[in-house]
């Protein structure tokens, strides 16, 4: 079979841990890689951000990256793409012209509406995945959603126009069914997690030779909860923690969510014991996590969490929110336990209980590495992506529906 991957912002190629660079960029990697290692061919489409970049780049996982022009050739905020995408839909027309795919996968709502207009001039068929929805960033953010007017409602009319809907939790899918989606489009399929570099057994980082570790791992946004996590910390003598991500340790300095965590630290009288790491490479990062008695997951919303997913490849407890993605991952009191997000008492309270039961820790990490290997690995997971892929090549056809309501959206970008 071959695949077309729309990425628009979320470059397989990007350095994680950038501010609009994180869990799709791991997906859209791991997914593809999986699709090749299972014998099918795949083409990653995603938007030039440097002049400096080549049309195609070979990736050694076997797949390819074609990078389009759409829009300046520059790094530009996500939020920002919208007016760009007839631009990239109309590229991508052109270059899947006597191309051969047989289908094409969208991630993120941006992307879908490329891809379906792209479609509709090919007649390859779209498969959707949203990642994130504009209903719940804007339930949880409200003013501060700096999303392009619109997006629900084109959200809403992709839902509607793909061939199928790849949702990744239980909670999205209730999301998209109240958006109007038609239930029999839609298809779960989680994210996953690489079972070969996620293990626990390996090299562990250093740390100090007293008292316990909870680590963060994520990009240095007010959502993903790190505050919450700091002021909990107050409740939990003899520990620290480590928060990695955000830039490079040399340019933690002068990025504002470091100086702000910094000063939650400060207040909550915890400043002596939250280190800030900044990046972290993939290669490091599973010794990082072994290297914690307890993984901290406490975003405000969350559409899956890829992160209590290595957490629990490497065989560490996971202490999450309880909200998206994570309520079908952790398994409360088995592989982690869940609290309410922004709850930083609740939070204190359950990392207290949890550091001072040994036996509950390890009993929990090996819960959490059956679990991983059962469910999430990527090759199991890229078999389920391609069985959506299957029932939408066995002759399906775009409708006239269809087409009024990509019309509808290329007014909104115009």
Known sequence: MRIAMVSEHASPLATIG???????????????????????????????????????????????????????????????????????GEVLGRRWEDAGYDVAHAHFWMSGLAAVSA????????????????????????????????????????????NRVIATCSDEVTEL????????????????????????????AL???????????????????????????????????VVAGGPAAEHLDGDSEAQRLRGVALRAGV?????????VSRAALPALIRSADVVVATPWYEPFGIVPLEAMACGRPVV?????GMLDSVLDGVTGILVPPKDPRALGQQLRAL???????????????VRARALYG????????????????AGEAWTLRSRVAVAADQEVVQ
């Open 355 to 369: 550091l001072d039961d040994d036996s509950r820790r390890a009993a929990m990490g090996a819960a959490g590495t």
């Open 378 to 393: 990527w090759d199991r997971l890229a078999g389920q992506t391609l069985r959506v892929y299957d029932s939408v090549c």
């Open 320 to 324: 999450a929110s309880a909200v998206g």
């Open 119 to 162: 479609g509709l001039q090919t007649r390859v068929p779209v498969v959707q995945t949203f990642h994130a929805l504009g209903t719940v960033k804007q339930r949880h953010q409200g003013r501060n959603d700096s999303s392009p007017a619109g997006r629900i409602a084109i959200e809403a009319r992709l839902a509607r126009t793909v």
């Open 18 to 88: 950038d501010v609009d660079a994180g869990g799709q960029n791991v997906h859209v990697a791991a997914l593809s890689a999986a699709l090749v290692r299972a014998g099918h061919e795949v083409t990653v489409f995603t938007r030039r951000d440097s002049a400096e970049l080549p049309v195609r780049v070979s990736v050694s996982d076997g797949y390819t990256v074609e990078h389009v022009d759409a829009g300046p050739p520059v790094a530009v905020p996500k939020d920002e793409l919208l007016p760009h995408m007839a631009e990239f």
């Open 271 to 279: 400043g002596d014991r939250v280190v800030l790491l900044g990046r």
């Open 207 to 241: 740390r100090a030779p007293v008292g316990r570790r909870l680590l963060v791992v994520g990009r240095l946004v007010e959502r993903k909860g790190v505050a919450d996590a700091i002021r909990a910390l107050a409740q939990v003598p003899d520990a620290e923690l």
């Open 177 to 204: 069914l109240q958006a109007g989606a038609p239930s029999t489009q839609l298809r779960v399929v989680p994210c996953g997690v690489d079972l070969h570099h996620f293990t626990p057994e390996g090299r562990v």
